[in-house]
Structures are given as structure tokens and as C-alpha cells.
Nanobody, 121 residues
Framework: QVQLVESGGGLVQAGGSLRLSCAAS????????MGWYRQAPGKQRELVAL???????NYADSAKGRFTISMDNAKNAVYLQMNSLKPEDTAVYYC???????????????WGQGTLVTVSS
């Protein structure tokens, strides 16, 4: 069973930075894309940023210019560098990976357990 293990959340003041990490327990050759989503209290989960195994990236408008997503194929990991954090960035951040499973010959999305990011004003 493939697992995604996240780390790096915490409490930070507005204007500060955090770096989230997510490691997948599968070979990078099975991973089509990885990304970060977030869910604030009372709101739906939303995309923050994603990257494909080929290096293409996509960002939510709220993340553009402040957040950077990167993928390390050697470590089967994805990172989210978050700068200039705002109180409205407060949320549980979830790692997501779309992975090819040889047993079913299909791609399936896998989620991490989430890591809390709190930005104080």
C-alpha cells in the first residue's frame, strides 16, 4: 500500500516562511504527478500547487509568486516552499499523488494525512 508522509507544518507569523515535505513510499517512476491541496475550517479542499513528473507546474492564483512546488524524483518526494505567508493561508495542507498501480494497470490518487499550517497576524 502506497503511503504519503507529510511534514513541515507549524505556526508562523504573517510574512514568514514554511517548507512542507511529502515523501511517497513508491518509486518515482510510478508517479504521474504530485501536488498540495489545503482545507481551511468551513471551506472545501482546494488546489494549491501541483507538478508533473516531467516538471510542469500549476499554481492557484493565491499561491502564485509566493509558493514554489518542486519534486525530487530521487527521493520520491515533493516540497512546497511557502513565503510571505498570510493569515488566510491557515489550513490543513494535504499532499496528493497520482500513482500508477501495476496490479490494476490504472492510475489512482493517494492522499497524505495532512499537516496543519497556522499563520498568525
Amino acid at each position: 500500500q502506497v503511503q504519503l508522509v507529510e511534514s513541515g507544518g507549524g505556526l508562523v507569523q504573517a510574512g514568514g516562511s514554511l517548507r512542507l515535505s511529502c515523501a511517497a513510499s513508491t518509486s518515482a517512476s510510478n508517479i504521474d504527478r504530485m501536488g498540495w491541496y489545503r482545507q481551511a475550517p468551513g471551506k472545501q479542499r482546494e488546489l494549491v500547487a501541483l507538478t508533473t513528473s516531467g516538471g510542469n507546474t500549476n499554481y492557484a492564483d493565491s499561491a502564485k509568486g509566493r509558493f514554489t512546488i518542486s519534486m525530487d524524483n530521487a527521493k520520491n518526494a515533493v516540497y512546497l516552499q511557502m513565503n510571505s505567508l498570510k493569515p488566510e493561508d491557515t489550513a490543513v495542507y494535504y499532499c496528493n499523488a497520482v500513482i500508477f498501480f501495476a496490479t490494476t494497470q490504472r492510475y489512482r490518487a493517494v492522499w497524505g494525512q495532512g499537516t496543519l499550517v497556522t499563520v498568525s497576524s
